[in-house]
């Protein structure tokens, strides 16, 4: 793949922090910023919505190609649309994220978001957020990050947010969902979740995200791409 412009791939489990991360790097940098995963929690919404079963894999399929999306920035944040309603807050329910990651175990769902996911690649920059972002989507990309932490301190990170965001959680039933999602992403026969070969892996555990963000800008800078 033609390199027109930098790409940073940052992927990993879920509440490794890759979100925020890719966020405050897309806005320092001043550079487009995919989330995959909203791709794959929009489809899953989607289907819900209309009634389509989350393994109905042609079906899935044709959804994800006619999305009617649209990312939009609205006050400094991200705001996401779906057939004209903001979805910003509903993709990122449990319910849906556990959907997302049985949906994105199909084949032609990955298919049908593949080409999607590239025609964010351009000027001056892109990071890119998800699972197989330096695996499959931008496998020349120059930097490629896969960002971990423990499923315990991961399954805490969910807990606050839940519980900031005014809903009630269980720690211990967060944990199980986190494991169960891990081992269905790690397991896929498709772009399964794992370090891309020449990836630079940071364990999150026991880091802020500061920390983290400044590792990787210093790691942008080390490689002539800033």
């Known amino acids: 793949m033609t390199q027109l412009a930098p790409v940073l791939t940052i992927d990993g489990p879920g509440g490794a922090g890759k979100g925020t991360i890719s966020r405050m790097i897309a806005e320092h940098m001043g550079w487009h ?10 489809t899953a919404l989607s289907a819900l919505r209309h009634g ?19 990312f ?22 449990e ?22 996911q590239r025609d964010f690649h351009q000027a001056p920059g892109l990071v890119a957020d998800g699972r197989d ?26 807990l606050l ?27 896929r026969a498709v772009a399964p979740l794992k370090p891309a070969a020449d990836a630079v892996e940071l364990d999150t555990t026991q880091l802020d995200i500061p920390e983290v963000v400044e590792r990787i800008e210093t790691l942008l800078a080390e490689r002539n791409l800033v």
Do not use: C, H, W
């Open 33 to 42: 910023l995919l989330d995959s995963g909203a791709l794959y929690r929009l």
């Open 52 to 70: 389509i079963a989350v393994d109905d894999a042609q079906a899935l399929s044709e959804q994800a190609q006619n999305l009617d999306v649209v």
């Open 72 to 93: 939009a920035v609205e006050n400094g944040a991200m705001q996401i649309l779906l057939e004209g309603d903001d979805v910003t807050t509903a993709i990122r329910s």
């Open 95 to 116: 319910g849906v994220g556990n959907a997302a990651s049985q949906v994105a175990a199909l084949p032609p769902v990955r298919d049908a978001l593949l080409q999607r």
């Open 133 to 158: 972002m330096g695996t499959v989507v931008f496998p020349d990309a120059p930097l490629k990050i896969y960002l971990t932490a423990s499923a315990e301190e991961r399954a805490r990170r969910r």
């Open 161 to 187: 947010q839940l519980q900031q965001a005014g809903e009630d959680a269980r720690l211990s039933t967060l944990l199980e969902e986190i494991k169960a999602r891990d081992a269905r992403d790690m397991q």
